[in-house]
Structures are given as C-alpha cells and as structure tokens.
C-alpha cells in the first residue's frame, strides 16, 4: 500500500484525500478506489504478479490507443508492482442484471439490450482491438493451441470427472480428448483474433450506460467463438436458450460488419464445440474450488453447469468422440446430479469435503468496552493485543481519522512496527485457517484490540480479514465494533 500511495502522489502532485479497500473477487490482486480533494477517484491496483501486472498494463494502453473501451492506464510504478487506472464506476454488467435474476431470469428489454451492446462491442474488440498485439507481452500460453485445449480437458478430467469415481476406458477418452483438442485448435484464421479468454457479466462495468471491460490480462491469439461460449453458457447466468439465440444472432449482426467474408453457419458449428469444451473446462475449475478447496460457491454452481451439459447432450453436441460422448452421458445420470433442489447442496458433496465451509469472523474492539462476544459457541478463537505498537491517536491530526483511513495507514506502515506485529499473526492465522479447512470446522474468530479501537486495531484486523480472503478464498466477515462499520468480503468467485 505504501508504494501505491506514493505512486499516487508522484502521479497526482499530492496526497490523496481518502483510500477506500474495494473486496476483492477472483484474483489475488488488491483494489483500491483512491479519492482527490475534488472528489473525483481512480483505482489504484496492487498485484503480487509484475508478469500479469506487466500484460495488463500494455493490453489496456493497447486497446486504448486503439479507440476500444478499456480503462486508461495513468501510473505504473519501475517494479510493475502496482499501478494506477481509470474508475469506471461501481456498476458491472453482473450488478445490472440483478433483477432479472431475483425475477426468475426473467430478462427484460432493458437487460436484453445491455447485453447486446456488451456482443456487438466484444466483435469489435476481438477483431479491430486483435490487430497489432504483441502477444510476447502476454502470459503464456499466448495462443490458443492443442496444449491449451488438453490442458483444459484434462483439467476436467482429473478435478471433476475422476472425483465422481464413474468407471471409464481412460485410453479411449485419452484419443477422443486429444482429437477433440485439436478440431479446437485446427483454425489458423483464429491467430488474427483476441480471445479475451475470461469474458463474464462480472468483467464488463458500466460507465455512463456503456460497456467497458476489465480483466483481460489472460488474454491470448484464439478463435472467436470462445468468448461467445464462456458469456452465454456461464452457469450462474441462465439465460434462456431463446435469449441465447437472440444474442448470438447480434454478434453475428455486427461481426460479419467488420468480418465480411465470415460464414455463419460454419461459425454456429464451430460455437458448439466450443460451448461443450467451455462447460468440461468450468466443471473442472468448480471440482478443484469446490471439491478439493471447499467453496460453497463452487459446490453450487455444480448443478447448474451439469444442466447445461445435460441439456448440451440432448442435443448431440458430444456426438463425434464415442467415448467422450459415452462418459458424458452417463456422468450427468449419476445420481448425486439428479436431486431435487432443495438437495443439490449436499448432492454437490464429494469424499473430498469436510462439514461444511469455513467462515472467517474479524473483529476490532477497545479493551476498554470489552472483548467481542463469540456468537458462534466455538470458545472464541483469538484475541490480540496491539497496544505494544506505537499509537497514531496519540497525535492531533490523526485521532479523528481510523486505521482505514489513508494518513492513519501511513503513519503505521512508514513507523513499521504494526507490520512486524502482523507477520507473526499472518503465520499464526494461516496454520490454523489451514487445519480449519482440513477439518471441515465451519468458524474461526480473530479479535484485535487497542486502547481506543480506532486505529491500530482497525488496521490490522482490516489486513488480516484481507489477507486470508486473498490467501484462501473463504467467506470473511468484518466488524469494526467501536466504529460501527462491518463487512463481508464473499468466497471467491
């Protein structure tokens, strides 16, 4: 955090005014929403990858320059350790289609609009955007090849299919996968595209009512139907087939604009093996999440992605690998993939899984009013004192402020003694989150007091609720008791 700040004030010419943590999703990366006297913000990014901070960095200066709508970069650090962008606002596409999702998926015109725009911008940037990347800048892989697709395909095979115990001839799937793989692979017109490679509802945000994307940095050459699979067949989305129909119809509309020469009907043909190949791949990431890392929104969503497939099948989109086609069938028959819904979360479970998820509860207090309550009947966990560190509030200018306050946050971090203090913790925390999560124990409390429980205890329980959010991916609650500010921050997604 220390040098983001100071990136800022070299970038900005002064000290920003507040710096407010944004949760954090999938990634490892740290967001945070940097706020200028005059109100306006930026977000400032810290990544613990220079390699992925370095491809992000040159892809949205690319695409930029380009006239596509990405975030403009404004600072880099020399290390690439962190960096500073556009603030496209506090709405994503997921966020906006909220409604239609509490409404039984229902989605209206507003929602079908939206989505359009998102398609027929996506053809642009795949297309237009794709010329002239220097994909050296890329993470590896940076084309889409037949290493890439097995990589995939045995990621399902090996996460998700073996976890079932469903009796297969792995020989025979082995030929049929590689074969699979390399019909995916086998186009040398898809080298001329950029397949952005994690294009979700999540990943668009809205800015002034238009789209613009996010976290392309795992990006890479690749065909174009891709994409199409991974927005219209994610899990969590639902939409109906209809829609789907609907909105690949406008893709179609806009890409063959910019594609003249494209055939649509070859592209249709081609968006099925793709979308078949997409759902083995998610059921493979949701097998290692939720399986063998115990995240409850990945055991979840199981059963929507085994519908999808099951509906897939039914129309024969398997049918050109016999045994593949085989395994597949009687995979998505298995019993624990046919329970009502008020079963599908324990029929989710596999002989990987504990009890339960663990939940993380963070808290900071005054021992002045006393340690926090433990709720859960579990004894209460750990309880810290930070009253050894050297005290901020002992200061005019900074006891107004808390320790999530930016000054606060430098004073303690320039001083250096709070980071001491929480290494010891972070080793202390991560061992027992760990056996925690080994043996399926659903609760684990943390407690951090100081004198006043406002600024060294709100700091460090701030950092460590993030911290093992980052590290673990549980479900992390947050209470700042004596400033009356709680959080969630949600399983990873």
Known sequence: MKELLSLYKHWKGQAPLKVETLPKAGSNRQY???????????????????????????????FSEAGMPMPHIYAVSDDETCYIQQDLGHESLYDALANAR?????????????????????????????????????????????????????????????TTDLPFNEIELERDMQ???KDLAGNEQDDHYFLYR???AR????????????????????????????FLWQASARYPQTLREQLIDAYLAELQQIVPQLNSN???????????????????????????????????????AIQNLRRLLLEGAATPYPCLNDTLHRMVELPQFNQKPEELG?????????????VVRVFSFSYKKGIPEDTSGNGGG?????????????????????????????FLEDDGEILTFLDSVYKLADAHVTRYMERGFTNLMFSFGCTGGRHRSVYSAQHLAEHIHQKFGIEVHICHREQGISDTLNTTK
């Open 32 to 62: 945070v929403r940097i706020y200028a006297n005059n109100n306006e913000s930026v977000i400032g990014v810290i990544g613990p990858s220079t390699h992925e901070n370095h491809c992000f960095v040159y892809l949205a200066r690319h």
């Open 102 to 162: 509490k409404n039984g998926y229902n989605y209206g015109q507003e929602e079908v609009a939206l989505l359009e725009k998102t398609l027929r911008m996506l053809a642009h940037v795949q297309v237009e955007g794709g010329k002239g990347i220097d994909y050296e800048q890329c993470l590896p892989p940076i084309r889409f090849d037949h290493q890439a697709a097995m990589f995939d395909l045995n990621y399902f095979k090996y996460s998700f299919l073996k």
């Open 179 to 181: 074969q699979f793989a």
């Open 198 to 200: 994690d294009f979700q």
């Open 203 to 230: 990943n668009v945000m809205l800015c002034d009512g238009a789209p613009y994307f996010i976290d392309f940095q795992g990006g890479m050459q690749g065909p174009l139907q891709y994409d199409i699979a991974s």
């Open 266 to 304: 070859a592209f249709r043909l081609r968006l099925q093996q793709f979308v078949l190949f997409r759902i083995l791949q998610v059921l493979g990431a949701y097998g290692l999440r939720g399986y063998f890392e115990r995240k409850k929104y990945f055991l979840d969503s199981i059963p929507l």
């Open 346 to 358: 324990q029929a989710t479970k596999s002989k990987y899984d504990g009890q339960g998820p663990l």
């Open 382 to 410: 750990y309880v810290f004192d930070c009253r050894s560190t050297h005290n901020p509030g002992r200061y005019e200018q900074y006891k107004p402020l808390t320790g999530l306050d930016a000054p606060v946050i430098k």
